[in-house]
């Protein structure tokens, strides 16, 4: 029998956001049009607005105007959402992530195969 769900907590609700955020960043596209720029962005901003942790919000919204998105290629924005990941894990005296290894967490997998099905 199944354990009943409860409502996410805080850090749950961090980690399914980051699951999407980084995936968001490794499918973002490698030569992305005006709009597919625009619409990262306004993802970025409303997000930073609606986020249901209020002072995690508060500090997002800080961190998103002085170190505004690099939308210019996938490769660009996903060491821009590792390093503003980076900067909340500081905040809270977690691990800092290495930011080269950010292509095999989120798209390709670890090179020693362990992600492969
Ligand atoms: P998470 O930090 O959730 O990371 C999940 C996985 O991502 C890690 O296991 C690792 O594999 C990978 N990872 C870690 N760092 C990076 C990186 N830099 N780049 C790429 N991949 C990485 N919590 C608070 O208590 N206070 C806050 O103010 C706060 N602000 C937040 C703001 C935002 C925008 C978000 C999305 C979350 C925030 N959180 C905040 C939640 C917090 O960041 C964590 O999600 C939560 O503490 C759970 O942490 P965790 O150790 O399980 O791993």
Known sequence: ????????D???????TWNLLHTM???YPEKPSID???NM??????????????????DFRK????????LENRSELSKWMCEMHNR???KLGKDIFDCTK?????LDGWKDGSCDP
């Open 1 to 8: 029998r199944r354990a009943k769900q409860c409502p996410v």
């Open 10 to 16: 805080k850090d749950e609700l961090g980690r399914s």
């Open 25 to 27: 960043a490794a499918y």
């Open 36 to 38: 597919e720029k625009k």
């Open 41 to 58: 962005e306004s993802t970025l901003t409303s997000l930073s607005k609606t986020y249901p942790c209020s002072y995690c919000a508060d």
């Open 63 to 70: 961190d998103l105007k002085v170190h505004p998105p690099k």
């Open 88 to 90: 909340v894990n500081e």
């Open 102 to 106: 950010v292509k095999e967490r989120w």
